[in-house]
C-alpha cells in the first residue's frame, strides 16, 4: 500500500488530496483567511448566558457567537481564566505552570452561572467549524496536539491511546513521560508514539511547549477577541496525523508550500524531507496530471459508479436531517445464477465504496444505507463486520449499528467542518434555449482567436499551449492530418494541446511558454 499526497495551491486556496495507489481517498480544501479551523485557539469575551441550555454564547470575532457548553468547560476551566487575567495584567511573567497555583475543579453537575459573567474574557479553542448557520463550536479545555502527543495545560494527568494494546509498551511510554512532562502540563500519548525512543519524544514534547510560549507571548498582549494560536495549515496537520511509512512522495505545486513541508518533515520525520517534490509542469496543473480533478467530478456526483464491481452504483441524497445512501446492482444479479452470493459480494464491495464516501465527503450526522436485500443471517453479519472493518480506518468518530430488520444500517459520524461538496453537472451553455453551439462553430471561434493571437506582436507565442475539454481535445487530434497538424501546417506553429478534465465543454483557453493567459473564453 503506497500512499501520495498531492497538494494545489491557487491565490487564495489550498486544494490537498490524500491518494492510494493512486484512488482518492481524502479530498480536504483551505481557502485562505478564512479564520476558523479546528484547533485555532481564541481569546473569547462571553457575552449572554443561557441558564437553561447550561451553556454561554462567546464571542470571538465571528459574525455569529461561539457556543459553549457548561460539559465542554474542563475540570481546569478555573485555572485557566485566573491564568488568563493575571498573565494579561502582568502579574505573572512566564509560560511554566511550575509556580502556577492551581484552582479547584469544577463539579462535573455544576452551572455556568457560576463560572462566568458576561463580559468575562476565556480562553477557547474551535472544536467544530461554523456550519451554515451555526457559530463555531469552542471548549476551554484547551490541547495542543503534535505527532506524537497532546499537550494539556493546567493538568498533570499522562494518558495513552487505547490503541496501544500491549501492556509493557504502554507502561513504557507512561514511564517516560512521566519523566519528561514539565509540572503543570498533561500529555496524552497518541497511537503513532508507539515504539518511538525517549529522544523522539522529547522533541515533540518541546515543540509543543514552544508552541505554549506562543500562547503565553500572545496573552500578554492581545484583547479579546482575538486568536491567540492559529492550528498549523491542512496540509501540515494532514502529515501530522496521518503520515507514516506507507507514503512514499508529496508533490506540491508551490515552492513556498513545499519548503514549509520539508521544514515539517524535518521536525516529525526527517530521514522524509526528500518525499516533497515540487511539481513544475507550467501546462497540466497538478491535479490534472495526477487524475483528480476526473475522480474529484466521479465521486462527487448523486450517483457514484464502483469500478470493481462492474456494474453496481450507489446513490447518495442530502436531506436536511440525514444522509441517505442506496445501494444498487445494475444488472448483476439478472446475470448471476446466484442472487443472494451476487448480493453479498456488490454489498462488500459497496461497503468499501461507502467508508471511502464518508471520509471523502466528510459527511456528518445519521447516515441511512439501503443495502441489497439479503436473506442469509451469516452473510448479513459479515457484511456489518466488513463495514466495521472499512469504517475503523476513519479517524473521525462514529458508529454503527447492526441491520434493522429492514435491512437498513445506521451510521453516525462527527462532522466538525462543512461537508465537502461539488457541482459535478455543468451548466447549459446557452440558456436561453435548450440548444447548444454546434460543435465545429466552436472550432471555428478557437482559430479565429488563434489567428488574433498570432498577430500580435507584443507576446512570445513560443510554446504556446491550447487548453479545452477532453472531448474537444480529442476532436482536435483526431485524424491524420488531424486539426491540430493542419493547424501547423497553416501557421508553421505547433499548438500544444491540453486536455483539461475541470473545463466546460465550450471553455478554452490559451497560454503562452510561460503559463500566462493569452485568451481565455469560459463561456
Known amino acids: 500500500m503506497s500512499k501520495e499526497l498531492v497538494i494545489s495551491a491557487l491565490a487564495d486556496q489550498v486544494r490537498i488530496a490524500v491518494l492510494d495507489e493512486g484512488r482518492l481517498m481524502e479530498f480536504h480544501q483551505d481557502t485562505a483567511n478564512d479564520g476558523f479551523a479546528v484547533g485555532d485557539i481564541y481569546l473569547g469575551k462571553i457575552k449572554k448566558l443561557a441558564p437553561s441550555l447550561n451553556a454561554t454564547f462567546v464571542d470571538i470575532g465571528y459574525s455569529k457567537d461561539a457556543f459553549l457548553h457548561y460539559h465542554d468547560l474542563g475540570p481546569q476551566v478555573r485555572s485557566s481564566n485566573v491564568y488568563n487575567k493575571i498573565v494579561a495584567n502582568g502579574t505573572y511573567k512566564t509560560e511554566k505552570l511550575k509556580n502556577f497555583r492551581m484552582e479547584k475543579p469544577i463539579d462535573k453537575d455544576g452551572q455556568i452561572t457560576e463560572i462566568f459573567a458576561p463580559g468575562d474574557s476565556v480562553l477557547v479553542q474551535i472544536t467544530k467549524e461554523p456550519i451554515h448557520t451555526k457559530g463555531p463550536r469552542i471548549t476551554s479545555e484547551i490541547s495542543i496536539a ?176 440525514l444522509h441517505v445512501i442506496d445501494v444498487n446492482s445494475g444488472n448483476i444479479s439478472r446475470n448471476s445464477k446466484n442472487q443472494e452470493d451476487s448480493a453479498f459480494a456488490v454489498n462488500k464491495i459497496a461497503a468499501s465504496e461507502i ?116 472531448f474537444v481535445a480529442a476532436y482536435l487530434q483526431h485524424g491524420l492530418p488531424s486539426i491540430q497538424m493542419k493547424w501547423f501546417f497553416k501557421h508553421k506553429k505547433w499548438i500544444k494541446i491540453v486536455p483539461r478534465d475541470a473545463y466546460k465543454y465550450l471553455q478554452f483557453n490559451f497560454l503562452d511558454k510561460d503559463h500566462n493567459t493569452l485568451y481565455n473564453e469560459s463561456n
Open 146 to 321: 503534535g505527532r506524537y502527543l497532546v499537550l494539556v495545560p493546567f493538568s498533570e494527568r499522562v494518558s495513552i491511546s487505547q490503541k496501544i494494546k500491549q501492556k509493557p509498551e504502554r507502561d513504557r511510554l507512561i514511564k517516560i513521560l512521566e519523566g519528561l512532562t514539565p509540572e503543570g502540563f498533561g500529555v496524552i500519548i497518541r497511537t503513532v508514539a508507539e515504539d518511538k525512543n525517549a529522544e523522539e519524544l522529547q522533541a515533540d514534547l518541546t515543540y509543543l511547549l514552544n508552541k505554549w510560549t506562543q500562547v503565553f507571548k500572545n496573552l500578554q498582549k492581545k484583547k479579546a477577541p482575538s486568536k491567540i494560536l492559529s492550528e498549523m495549515d491542512r496540509a501540515s496537520s494532514i502529515l501530522r496525523d496521518n503520515f507514516n511509512d506507507d507514503f512514499v512522495k508529496i508533490s506540491v505545486d508551490d515552492a513556498e508550500l513545499a519548503d514549509e513541508m520539508r521544514e515539517y518533515l524535518e521536525v516529525i520525520a526527517p530521514d522524509k524531507v526528500n518525499l516533497v517534490k515540487e511539481y513544475e509542469d507550467p501546462f497540466v496543473p497538478i491535479f490534472e496530471k495526477f487524475n483528480v480533478e476526473r475522480q474529484i467530478k466521479q465521486a462527487f456526483g448523486k450517483t457514484v459508479t464502483i469500478p470493481q464491481s462492474k456494474g453496481a452504483y450507489l446513490v447518495i441524497e442530502h436531506t436536511e436531517a
Open 355 to 470: 467508508a471511502r464516501q464518508l471520509r471523502l465527503r466528510d459527511m456528518g450526522g445519521i447516515v441511512v444505507v439501503d443495502f441489497i436485500d439479503m436473506t442469509d443471517a451469516e452473510h448479513k453479519k459479515e457484511l456489518f463486520e466488513h463495514l466495521r472493518a472499512e469504517m475503523s480506518k476513519d479517524k473521525a468518530k462514529h458508529k454503527i449499528l447492526p441491520p434493522s430488520k429492514f435491512g437498513l444500517i445506521q451510521i453516525t459520524r462527527q462532522r466538525v467542518r462543512p461537508e465537502v461538496n461539488f457541482i459535478t453537472t455543468e451548466e447549459n451553455p446557452n440558456q436561453e434555449s435548450n440548444e447548444i453551439e454546434a460543435p465545429i462553430v466552436t472550432i471555428d471561434k478557437i482559430e479565429q482567436v488563434l489567428l488574433n493571437i498570432l498577430d500580435r506582436k507584443d507576446k512570445d507565442l513560443r510554446k504556446m499551449s491550447l487548453h479545452v475539454h477532453p
